[in-house]
Each structure stands twice: as structure tokens, then as C-alpha cells.
């Protein structure tokens, strides 16, 4: 799909840091301990701020580096499965706080766990053949949902949002996406309820904390990042060579290491960023995205590929000419 560029980014990262020294003081652990298996040093978490107020923070930078004024954007999609509420939806919140409540916007979420990002870009790039101006967020504040006192996963995530404006244009610029669901993994990698199954009961008010069969998720993040960043470039008629940047989920270092292994990727050619934020679920790659941009490293002309892999399973990608 041509005719579409990504003319602003933007990120926001909540100020209180988690290092891994912190966490050994409230759970089993230690710094040796998490790098080694993760290559996470520290992460952020929000104290008073929910989902729609950080995707606003993003969202404000992308909209100024991309030159453009609140009212010119018609399309708002914000990816997260961390939402201020179950409705209206986080965009809605976040068309609000931008003042487009008299304007003509179509706001809604994607819930595709760490995937969504990719999958929310995908929707607006086909979105934007009747739509000018796309906001596109990936956000999380994952913290409310993390078990303190489970080790395995409390050392892993983090909160953030990123954000880019695409927009619909006249020139010859190429996006391909790929998607694909497993969705019979519901149990390897979840936040579960409340659950609307049933009638609400008070035992089932609270939402649950994020539960994750570490094993089954490496395996199938190695296959499934691998499938959908071969995949892509298969649409795009690209060879990994061809890339000057591979932005993949900032979930875990070794899972990076194995793909890139595997499919025989320069590590030169990689933008990481986990050991800072640890894993920020479907604003991780919009993060990195975003900051590889404000570091210099995504130039005019550039090739890039995003890979992302989540909850579900859901696993996505794509390409992109800056």
C-alpha cells in the first residue's frame, strides 16, 4: 500500500523508575537475576495517571513533530489492553483532551495485547483510503495489573505510550502489514477479568493480575516473530539486507537474540530499548519507534520493519518506507 507516511512521533514515560535493586527488596530476585534472563534494568510506572492521560502526553509530541494542529487529525485508534475503562473507549478520552469533540473523528481501541500497535497501524493504513489523518497510539499502564509478589512477571513490564501521525499523501512510499491470531493460547499469557461470562458477582469485580507460562511464550515468540517479519518482506518483495532498521517488541533480550539468530539479522541493524523500559506491551514498539526517530536513526529514505508478538496468540509486523 503506497500513499501513506508517518509524518510525526512521539513518546511519553511516566517519572517514577523501577530499578531491579528496588525489586529485590519485595520479591526474590536480583539484578544479575533479571538481566540475565530478560536483559531488563529498569522500568517506569505510573502513580496518578491512567491510560488516556499518558496516550495524550505521546499524542501531543507526535502531533508537534509532525507539524500539524490537533483539529487536522480525523482518525484516532489507541492500542492497548490496559484501558481506562472497559467503555467509552481510551480514544474517545484522548479525542477529548484534544479538544476534537466538535470535530468529525471516529475514535476507538484494539485490544491486541503487545501486538496491537502494529495491528492499529495496519487499520488505519486502510482506513486512510476514506480518512486524511490518522493518530495512531500504542499505551499501557501495565503496573495496575502486575502480581508485586510474583517474581516472573513483576520484573518484566513497565508503563508508556508512543504514538505516530500517518496521514494520507501523494507520493510513492510503501507500507505492507502482516497479521495473524492463535487464539487457542488464552491461558499462556492473559489478564484475566472481571468476567462479563456471568453476571456480576463482588468477588469478580477486581480485575486480575497478569499471568504468563513463560516457556510456551518463548517458543512460540521465536516462531512467530520470525514467520511475521519473513512474511512481510515477502510482500514488500524486500530481503532482510534491504532493511536499514529492525524495531522489534521490547519484550525480552534473549527472545531478540534467538530470532536474530535465526534469520541471520545484523544486531547493528537493531533498535532495543527494553533494558530501560522493560516490557511496555502495545506501546513497546511505538516506543522504540518513536525514540530511534529522536535518536537520528530513522532518516528520509529509510527502510524499517516493525515486529511485534502478544496475548492471544497475536502476532504481527510491518514495513515501512520513511
Known amino acids: ?106 475514535a476507538f481501541d484494539i485490544s491486541a495485547a503487545c501486538s496491537g500497535f502494529l495491528y492499529a497501524m495496519q487499520v488505519a493504513s486502510m ?59 488464552e491461558g499462556k499469557l492473559r489478564i484475566k477479568g472481571p468476567s462479563l461470562k456471568e453476571p456480576l458477582k463482588n468477588e469478580l469485580r477486581e480485575i486480575g493480575h497478569i499471568e ?26 524486500k530481503t532482510i539486507d534491504d532493511i536499514d532498521l529492525f524495531i522489534p517488541h521490547q519484550a525480552n533480550y534473549r527472545i531478540i537474540k534467538h530470532v536474530i539468530r535465526k534469520l541471520k539479522i545484523d544486531e547493528s541493524k537493531l533498535y532495543i530499548n527494553l533494558n530501560n523500559y522493560g516490557n511496555t506491551s502495545a506501546a513497546s514498539v511505538a516506543i522504540a519507534l518513536a525514540e530511534a526517530k529522536e535518536k537520528g536513526l530513522i532518516k528520509e529514505g529509510a527502510k524499517i520493519v516493525l515486529i511485534g508478538f502478544g496475548a492471544g496468540f497475536t502476532y504481527a509486523s510491518g514495513y515501512i518506507e520513511i
Not at 475503562?85 to 470535530?103: F, V
Not at 520484573?155 to 505510550?161: N, S
Not at 518463548?218 to 516473530?225: G, I, L, S
Request: with cysteine; proline share 2%.
Open 1 to 106: 500500500m503506497n500513499n501513506r507516511k508517518i509524518l510525526g512521533y512521539g513518546y511519553y514515560i511516566p517519572k517514577n523508575m523501577i530499578t531491579n535493586h528496588d525489586l529485590e527488596k519485595i520479591v526474590d530476585t536480583s539484578d544479575e537475576w533479571i538481566k540475565s534472563r530478560s536483559g531488563i534494568e529498569t522500568r517506569y510506572i505510573s502513580s496518578d495517571e491512567n491510560t488516556s492521560d499518558i496516550s495524550y502526553n505521546a499524542a501531543i509530541k507526535a502531533i508537534d513533530d509532525a507539524g500539524i494542529k490537533n483539529e487536522d487529525i480525523d482518525l484516532i485508534i489507541c492500542a492497548t489492553c490496559t484501558p481506562d475503562n472497559l467503555t467509552p473507549s481510551t480514544a474517545c478520552l484522548i479525542q477529548e483532551k484534544l479538544g476534537l469533540n466538535d470535530k468529525h473523528v471516529i
Open 127 to 185: 482506513m486512510l483510503m476514506e480518512y486524511k489523518c490518522a493518530l495512531i497510539i500504542g499505551a499501557e499502564t501495565l503496573s495496575k495489573v502486575i502480581d508485586w509478589s510474583d517474581r516472573n512477571t513483576c520484573v518484566l513490564f513497565g508503563d508508556g505510550a508512543g504514538a505516530v501521525i500517518m496521514k494520507r499523501e501523494n507520493i510513492n512510499k510503501n507500507m505492507f502489514f502482516y497479521a495473524n491470531s492463535e487464539g487457542d493460547n
Open 212 to 237: 504468563m507460562a513463560g516457556n510456551d511464550v518463548f517458543r512460540f515468540a521465536v516462531r512467530a516473530m520470525s514467520e511475521a517479519l519473513i512474511k512481510v518482506l515477502e510482500k514488500a518483495d
